[in-house]
């Protein structure tokens, strides 16, 4: 049987993912080798396995994720423990698929059969009601469980808990470590033949029922709690047969059990004196694993290692239903039956069987083994394909992409038709030369239908269209007008743009005065409001001299404020500003275009150094926005040395800031 794991982010890309290896995989396609293959790959926590026997079933599986073939799930939190099936699960030749595919498994079955001659034969022979008998069925039982847990373990799955149910039980304990092999198949072997020795006149019969609902009845014991509403009697025949016939009346379902002997019960004290002398012989270690008792319904702990629990553990009730709710308390998500038949998922919500009567050997270990894959079970997936010498490049991820850019604004209509050009301009969307005048006008249409990016430009619970972009605004009409420089820009009123509806934005430049010069205005309204403006300014036709970048600052700048000229402002058809650097260098300061810093920064100075040999700490400069000082100092207190501090290394005004830019400031 060969299992294809999938795995992916979503349940959209599993099925992706799922559809890609349906196109890559062809009738020549080592299927073995794609099953290998695909365990190389990250284990995501949405998961798929396709089980088939060929490449047809494989590709069957992969069309339908939802065939009886696959089995699919997500990743959870959780812990898994084994649950060991007991008697009445056998079943003649089980195991024989896996005896026969898996060495581990084969050779941990013979070395139980080793110490039960004949065994084998009885497992694969014909005589079902020989296999039935307590002497047979309960070493048979204890053979395919360890051989089945040892093959699991090969495969690298590690329960965090272990319980059994009756004989399943000392299946758990020797696994956990508790009782050796030799030792384990003593007390199998013991308990097996002392009970098949005693007389057959007892029964046992499930009842649906709550425990409360069983009265004490001479006779009759409780042999199991299921469920909640599962219980099993178990005793003298005209007792129990009696006692059921009365639930019966009362609405309580029935069922007759197919057993030789009524286990669990008083009948079984006969033999519990000889049971506990073979019982004491042996050797007992703590277990390796944690374990629940399902004689107690709570952690084993020492419980295990004590004979005379082992002689209890035959008279007392299975208090599997409390043995549940302790591992579902202790965060128990994922139940792996382990045995012969599918008895204990039934009665277990999300147990995965490892075998049942009747189904395909191999199909239903790969399944649940599958199962555990798909719920995020640690395990070593490389060994569980058998691997392959053959390399198989396989299928990118099929990614699933997500769109996060805005939605693109409704194209806008074509101006051309109307006589205009267009503007290309993210806010502007038409563009005229004024006959006559030489004037240029400009218009747009802002909302936040066509620009939600505007909304993260909210002051005061108002959308407001940016001051940039007002100065972004001005300098394309003012490079369609010859004239690209920003010489100044006065800004009269915030341009509000509504919640709802758009707003019209108008950019006039007026024609040269004998200055060469143009007057500048952004307006806008709403509907048929009347025209508001919200700045205006001078454009210039000055081509940008480019600065010396040499000098940090001014050897003597002036301790009296003064403009700062403005004439650095320039800029590209594409809407884009350039600005032409005033200073640069490592100490150079950026400034935002406004009339004074806001912050008022001013940086941390450094700490000058004697340039002697001395190190002693000197002078720290007085440094401000847009500006250095550099102060002298008389001399070092160390050595008398006079000299004078170096500019510090790196100057900011704001944060990111390396260079400072002409702009309408003022220093400070």
Same mark, same amino acid.
């Given at each position: 049987m060969i299992p294809w794991q999938l795995s992916a982010k979503t349940p959209e890309a599993l099925r992706a993912q799922a559809d890609a290896l349906v196109d890559f995989v062809t009738a020549d396609t080592d299927v073995v080798a794609v099953g290998h293959a695909l365990t190389r790959r990250a284990a995501l926590n949405h998961r798929a396995v396709v089980v088939g026997a060929n490449r047809d079933e494989l590709l069957a599986g992969l069309n339908d994720l939802t065939s009886p073939n696959v089995v699919t799930g997500s990743v959870t939190e959780g812990k898994l423990a084994f649950l060991f099936t007991g008697q009445g699960s056998q079943h003649i030749g089980m195991g024989r698929d896996l005896r026969q595919n898996f060495p581990v498994y084969t050779e941990a079955f013979d070395a139980v059969c080793h110490h039960f001659p004949g065994l084998r034969d009885i497992i694969f022979g014909n005589d079902n009601d020989l296999l039935a008998q307590t002497q047979h069925a309960q070493p048979a039982i204890f053979a395919l469980e360890v051989a089945l847990y040892r093959l699991l373990e090969s495969w690298n799955i590690h329960p965090d808990y272990l319980a059994g149910h009756s004989i399943g039980e000392i299946t758990a304990a020797h696994t956990a470590g508790v009782l050796n092999l030799t030792d384990a198949c003593t007390l199998i072997h013991a308990r097996a033949t002392l009970m098949q020795a005693l007389p057959t006149d007892g029964t046992m019969i499930a009842i649906n029922a709550t425990e409360n609902d069983i009265p004490t009845t001479p006779g009759v014991d409780i042999a199991a709690i299921n469920g909640p509403n599962a219980i099993v009697l178990s005793g003298d025949e005209n007792a129990v047969t009696t006692l059921a016939a009365k639930l019966a009346e009362q609405g309580h379902r029935t069922k007759k059990l197919n057993v030789s002997h009524a286990f669990h019960s008083a009948l079984m004290q006969p033999m519990l004196a000889d049971f506990q002398k073979v019982a004491e012989t042996l050797t007992y270690q703590q277990p390796t694993i944690a374990a629940i008792s399902t004689v107690t319904g709570k952690p084993a702990d020492h419980d295990w290692t004590n004979p005379e629990y082992w002689v209890n553990q035959i008279r007392n009730t299975v208090r599997y239903h409390d043995t549940i709710t302790t591992l579902n308390n202790h965060n128990t998500t994922t139940y792996l039956e382990i045995g012969p038949d599918a008895n204990l998922t039934a009665i277990t919500d999300g147990a995965i069987p490892t075998m049942k009567r009747k189904s395909?050997?191999?199909?239903?270990?790969?399944?649940?083994?599958?199962?555990?894959?798909?719920?995020?079970?640690?395990?070593?997936?490389?060994?569980?394909?058998?691997?392959?010498?053959?390399?198989? @490049?396989l299928p990118g991820y099929a990614f699933q992409r997500e769109r996060f850019w805005l939605p693109a604004a409704t194209p806008a209509a074509d101006v051309t038709a109307a006589g205009m050009d267009r503007a290309d301009h993210p806010l502007l969307g038409a563009i005229t030369v004024l006959p006559g005048s030489g004037g240029v006008l400009a218009t747009g249409q802002v909302s936040l239908a066509t620009h939600p990016w505007l909304v993260d430009h909210t002051v005061a619970g108002a959308v407001l269209v940016p001051g940039t972009a007002l100065v972004d605004m001005v300098l394309r009409v003012g490079a369609e007008a010859g004239s690209p420089t920003l010489a100044e820009l006065a800004l009269e009123t915030p341009l509000v743009v509504p919640g709802s509806g758009a707003v019209r934005v108008q950019v006039t430049v007026a024609d040269e005065d004998d200055h060469g010069r143009r007057a500048v205005a952004v307006y806008s309204r709403t509907a048929d409001a009347e025209w508001t403006r919200h700045a205006s300014g001078v454009l210039e036709a000055v081509p940008v001299e480019p600065a010396d970048l040499g000098e940090w600052a001014p050897a003597t700048p002036s301790r009296s404020p003064s403009t700062v000229s403005t004439s650095g402002w320039t800029s590209s058809r594409s809407g884009r500003v350039s600005v032409a650097w005033k200073g640069s260098g490592p100490g150079a300061t950026t400034c935002s275009p406004r009339w004074s810093c806001p912050r008022r920064w001013r940086p941390r100075p450094p700490v000058s150094r004697c340039t002697r040999a001395c190190s002693t700490p000197r002078c720290t400069p007085r440094c401000s926005c847009l500006a250095a000082r550099r102060t002298a100092v008389p001399g070092c207190r160390s050595c008398g040395t006079r000299w004078q501090c170096t @500019? @510090?290394?790196?100057?900011?005004?704001? @944060?990111?800031?390396?260079?400072?830019?002409?702009?309408?400031?003022?220093?400070?």
């Open positions: 395909d050997e191999l199909r239903m270990l790969a399944r649940a083994v599958g199962a555990l894959f798909t719920r995020g079970v640690p395990m070593d997936r490389q060994a569980l394909s058998g691997g392959s010498a053959v390399r198989v @490049p @500019p @510090p290394a790196r100057r900011h005004c704001g @944060p990111g800031s390396a260079r400072w830019t002409a702009t309408a400031s003022r220093w400070r």
